[in-house]
């Protein structure tokens, strides 16, 4: 008798599997547990590197393992709260030499479109907008782990790194050698599953 | 001799304004002058590092000022009510502005933590940080305060001259020498 009940229960639940996983798609990155970070990396006249990050960002994703295709992302960015554990520097790279943060405190990153390469991989592309100019990256993407958290939640780790020629987004470094014509983009983050 | 009277400034107030008028006007013209610097200009990193070590002993010199104000008697003001009202209202603001620019200038550099070494010497430590675009936003206020300063110390400047060419006053020369502490300010008895 019990044993049928339980039986039953067990096929209902899975009945209800499918419509819980449609549903149960969309993650939250968790910028509240600070489980993620869009830092960036720049060279410095050739010597060494810059390592900055943004502290403060919002965003979601889209995941679903069996349609990996379907994915998508979003992230929302204040440029304001860019640091590099150095104030005056801060300044002067949020200042109009640079990023203009008065006039663009924002940059955007919506993504277009997902393509699985592998397991658990794949390029995101995207637009990106930064300085208030828009193009348009590609980011190649890891599922780094999912699964039950802890604490009653289901979490999906990423991360994924591109390279940004600054003059793309109408950011002057004619004035700075090729080395630092570019930065290195990275960021990693988890989801929690809504 | 070093302290005021009513009728005039002793030595002490007389070096502590010329000191900070000296102070102040250097600062401006370095901070004018190392913002426009390029990024491979030798004075890059150095003339940052005067503005600030000096910077630093001017805030000291200025609360010592403020110090000195507050316990020492002031000579009185001459000329009409509105001229002594106007001269008040002066003084006051470039008190309050010399606080700003010392002070946003100060929240800038430890807008993230660091101390500001004063010559390498002595460390100032941050005390107020991580306020949202702090660097930023006390930047901009150490712009238009040291502007704000230097146009009313101009004034300040200007009228002193005034006082003394065209008004005959001794105004200016009680704040250059301490004699005028001991005499009566319309001459003698
Ligand atoms: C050519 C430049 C300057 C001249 C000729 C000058 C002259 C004077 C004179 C004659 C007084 C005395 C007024 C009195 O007896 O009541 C005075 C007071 C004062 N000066 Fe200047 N000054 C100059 C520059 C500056 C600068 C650059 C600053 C500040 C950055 C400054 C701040 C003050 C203040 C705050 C007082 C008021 C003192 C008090 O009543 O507590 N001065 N100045």
Redesign the interface.
């Given at each position: 008798m019990f044993k049928k009940t339980a039986l039953g229960a067990a096929l209902a639940a899975a009945s209800l599997v499918p419509l819980a996983q449609a549903q149960a798609a969309d993650y939250v990155i968790d910028t509240e547990g600070q489980h993620a970070f869009v830092q960036f990396k720049i060279s410095h006249l050739g010597f060494s590197y810059i390592l900055g990050s943004l502290e403060e960002f919002d965003g979601e994703f889209s995941y679903d393992p069996e349609s990996p295709a379907a994915s998508s992302a979003s992230l929302e960015v204040d440029v304001e709260s860019l640091t590099t554990n150095h104030a005056e520097r801060d300044k002067h790279i949020k200042s109009d030499d640079f990023l203009d943060v008065a006039e663009y405190p924002t940059a955007t990153f919506t993504s277009t479109g997902f393509e699985p390469t592998g397991d658990g991989e794949g390029v995101l592309t995207g637009e990106l907008t930064l300085h208030g100019q828009t193009n348009t990256i590609e980011m190649p993407v890891t599922l780094l782990g999912e699964g039950d958290d802890p604490w009653g939640n289901y979490r999906a780790g990423f991360e994924g790194s591109a390279t940004l020629t600054l003059a793309d987004y109408g950011i002057d470094m004619s004035s700075f050698p090729e080395a630092m014509h570019e930065l290195e983009l990275y960021v990693t983050f988890e989801g929690i599953r809504q | 001799m070093w302290r005021n009277s009513t009728s005039g400034w002793g030595l002490a107030s007389i070096l502590l304004h010329w000191l900070s008028a000296l102070g102040f006007v250097g600062l401006f013209v370095l901070g004018w002058w190392m913002t426009g610097l390029?990024?491979?200009h030798g004075w890059y990193h150095l003339a940052?590092w005067w503005h600030r070590s000096v910077g630093m002993l001017v805030l000291l010199v200025t609360v010592g000022r403020l110090i000195w104000r507050w316990v020492q008697p002031t000579p009185g003001l001459p000329g009409s009510r509105l001229e002594r009202f106007a001269a008040h209202l002066g003084h006051t603001g470039l008190y309050v502005l010399m606080l700003l620019v010392l002070v946003s200038g100060y929240l800038?550099?430890?807008?993230?933590g660091?101390g500001i070494s004063v010559f390498g010497v002595v460390d100032v430590p941050a005390l107020v940080t991580g306020l949202?675009?702090?660097?930023?936003l006390a930047?901009t206020i150490h712009w238009y305060a040291a502007l704000g300063l230097m146009g009313l110390a101009a004034g300040h400047g200007l009228i002193a001259f005034k006082h003394h060419w065209v008004d005959r006053h001794d105004t200016l020369k009680r704040m250059l020498t301490p004699r005028f502490t001991q005499v009566r300010r319309h001459g003698g008895p």
């Open positions: - | 390029d990024y491979y940052p800038i550099s430890t807008a993230e660091a949202p675009d702090q660097a930023s930047g």
